[in-house]
């Protein structure tokens, strides 16, 4: 249930690796030292939010974890899960010295967590067949949600929304960059008509790793539950390049990089767009898939996607990047989180006036963000729907490259216009025993 920090292989600066980067200083500098817990008397223990963590990998350990222990005015860690004992033993170690206690339970199920009627809200951050299932189980057990992009099917999204609707619950898609200035500002620029009217966005996703993965099977390591790792997925064999970090590049678990990071850009396309709650109408791509080896997602990709307002929105690899071309210029970054590049000066410098579109965000980043909407009960700046709609577009160009022909979608409807193969290829896969989705 957790997210393996080394293995990347991309051209640019790599998001992870940022995010690294920005936790090590965190830890080094920014993160907080170890505080009594008197200094903070002045809070009622009662107003903190309880937190359990589920997932406790690379990412949920060396990113959510420590963003919420920076936020401990706000919210409490209580308790720690994943399905590797070393990970989770660290990580429980983590909360405990920051704490300073040793109050911190760890246990192997999340849904010992979930049954827990002290624990407000849960962090999920394992790998993505497990999203979209632990967070309805979550919702309908009164806990309010954020989790790690994206989902595994674009019918999953919808049963995630019904359900979190239907249960009031604040449900946080869990990526930072509405809260990064450089991503927010393009897309106030773009919305507020400073390139004149939005043509063509151009969306760089990183390349794959170049090595295909070892199928090879191996022992399963002691420290490891292989069957909770698996979970609802269909039962294989373990080995070290299915696990952790590489299950990105595995249908049965992900939807390769384009989910990984289209989860990204696509939302800022579509934030910039304002179709954040609806989607393209058409789409069609190339691309190749891994041979030879473990891993059987999209490897190279070329991706069209056609909006009804007439916005064209290409994808292809290389450097993360994201343009938005307009009659009256261009503004967009090269390189993750790259400084804004515009086609004049005017538009680089223009100012969002007071009675313009000023978009939803919050500076102090998505965790905050989330914390702060339990309180409120209203939704956080990446909401579950708009989530969805953001998975919808990742799902919908692996489906176009799968089956090598353009296809009509309807956003409305959220179903391919008379195309059965491809709509069956959005429906929820068949969940191993005893895991089940109630549709």
């Given at each position: 249930?957790?997210?393996?920090?080394?293995?990347?292989?991309?051209?640019?600066?790599?998001?992870?690796?940022?995010l690294?980067?920005t936790?090590t200083?965190?830890?080094l500098?920014a993160f907080?030292?170890?505080?009594?817990?008197?200094?903070?008397?002045?809070?009622?223990?009662?107003?903190?939010?309880?937190?359990?963590?589920?997932?406790?990998g690379?990412h949920g350990?060396?990113?959510?974890?420590?963003?919420?222990?920076?936020l401990?005015e706000?919210?409490?860690?209580?308790i720690?899960c994943d399905?590797?004992?070393?990970?989770?033993?660290?990580?429980?170690?983590?909360?405990?010295?920051?704490?300073?206690?040793?109050?911190?339970?760890?246990t192997?199920?999340f849904r010992?967590?979930?049954?827990?009627?002290d624990?407000?809200?849960?962090?999920?951050s394992?790998?993505?067949?497990?999203?979209?299932?632990?967070?309805?189980?979550?919702?309908?057990?009164?806990k309010?949600?954020q989790?790690?992009k994206p989902t595994?099917?674009?019918?999953?999204?919808?049963?995630?929304?019904?359900e979190?609707r239907?249960?009031?619950r604040?449900?946080?898609?869990?990526t930072?960059?509405?809260?990064v200035?450089?991503y927010h500002?393009m897309a106030?620029?773009?919305?507020?008509?400073?390139?004149?009217?939005?043509?063509?966005?151009?969306?760089i996703?990183?390349?794959?790793?170049?090595?295909?993965?070892?199928?090879?099977?191996?022992?399963?390591?002691?420290?490891?539950?292989?069957e909770?790792?698996?979970?609802p997925a269909p039962?294989?064999?373990?080995?070290?390049?299915?696990?952790?970090?590489?299950f990105?590049?595995?249908q049965?678990?992900?939807?390769?990089?384009?989910?990984d990071?289209?989860?990204?850009?696509?939302?800022?396309?579509?934030?910039?767009?304002?179709t954040e709650?609806s989607g393209?109408?058409?789409?069609?791509?190339?691309g190749?898939f891994?041979?030879?080896g473990?891993?059987?997602?999209?490897?190279?990709?070329?991706?069209?996607?056609r909006?009804?307002?007439?916005?064209?929105?290409?994808c292809?690899?290389?450097?993360?990047?994201?343009?938005?071309?307009?009659t009256?210029?261009?503004v967009g970054?090269?390189?993750?989180?790259?400084?804004?590049?515009?086609?004049?000066?005017?538009i680089?410098?223009?100012?969002?006036?007071p009675?313009?579109?000023?978009?939803?965000?919050?500076?102090q980043g998505e965790?905050h963000?989330?914390?702060?909407?339990?309180?409120?009960?209203?939704d956080?700046?990446?909401?579950?729907d708009?989530?969805?709609?953001?998975?919808?577009?990742?799902?919908?160009?692996?489906?176009?490259?799968?089956?090598g022909?353009?296809?009509?979608?309807?956003?409305?409807?959220?179903?391919?216009?008379?195309?059965?193969e491809?709509?069956r290829?959005?429906?929820i896969p068949?969940?191993?025993?005893?895991?089940?989705l109630?549709?």
């Open positions: 249930m957790s997210g393996r920090d080394t293995g990347e292989t991309m051209q640019a600066i790599s998001r992870r690796r940022f690294r980067w936790a200083a965190a830890g500098a907080p030292t170890l505080v009594p817990e008197s200094v903070f008397a002045a809070i009622p223990p009662s107003e903190r939010i309880n937190v359990g963590f589920i997932g406790v690379g350990l060396g990113w959510n974890l420590r963003r919420y222990l920076m401990r706000m919210a409490v860690v209580r720690v399905v590797d004992r070393q990970r989770m033993e660290r990580a429980r170690n983590t909360v405990n010295e920051q704490y300073g206690n040793r109050d911190c339970e760890m192997g199920d010992e967590i979930l049954a827990r009627p624990i407000d809200a849960v962090m999920i394992t790998p993505d067949h497990w999203h979209t299932l632990i967070s309805v189980m979550a919702v309908r057990a009164g309010d949600v989790c790690e595994l099917s674009i019918d999953e999204g919808k049963v995630l929304i019904r979190v239907r249960f009031g604040v449900f946080q898609t869990s930072e960059d509405r809260s200035p450089v500002r106030e620029l773009v919305r507020n008509g400073r390139i004149g009217r939005l043509q063509r966005i151009e969306v996703l990183p390349k794959q790793p170049d090595r295909p993965g070892d199928p090879t099977p191996q022992p399963v390591p002691p420290w490891l539950d292989w909770m790792w698996l979970g039962w294989a064999p373990y080995c070290p390049d299915r696990v952790h970090f590489n990105r590049w595995i049965d678990y992900s939807g390769g990089i384009i989910c990071w289209g989860t990204h850009l696509f939302d800022t396309a579509q934030w910039a767009n304002d709650r393209p109408v058409e789409i069609e791509g190339t190749t891994w041979e030879g473990l891993y059987n997602t999209v490897k190279d990709y070329d991706v069209t996607f909006y009804a307002n007439g916005v064209v929105m290409t292809k690899p290389g450097n993360p990047s994201i343009r938005f071309i307009g009256d210029g261009w970054n090269t390189g993750w989180r790259g400084p804004l590049q515009a086609s004049s000066k005017k680089l410098e223009s100012r969002i006036e009675g313009e579109i000023h978009l939803y965000t919050n500076p965790h963000d989330f914390l702060q909407c339990v309180r409120s009960r209203k956080p700046y990446f909401p579950v708009v989530g969805h709609r953001v998975s919808t577009v990742c799902h919908l160009a692996n489906i176009a490259i799968k089956l022909r353009k296809l009509r979608w309807d956003p409305d409807k959220e179903e391919f216009i008379d195309d059965e491809a709509n290829l959005r429906r068949p969940m191993r025993k005893p895991w089940v109630e549709t």
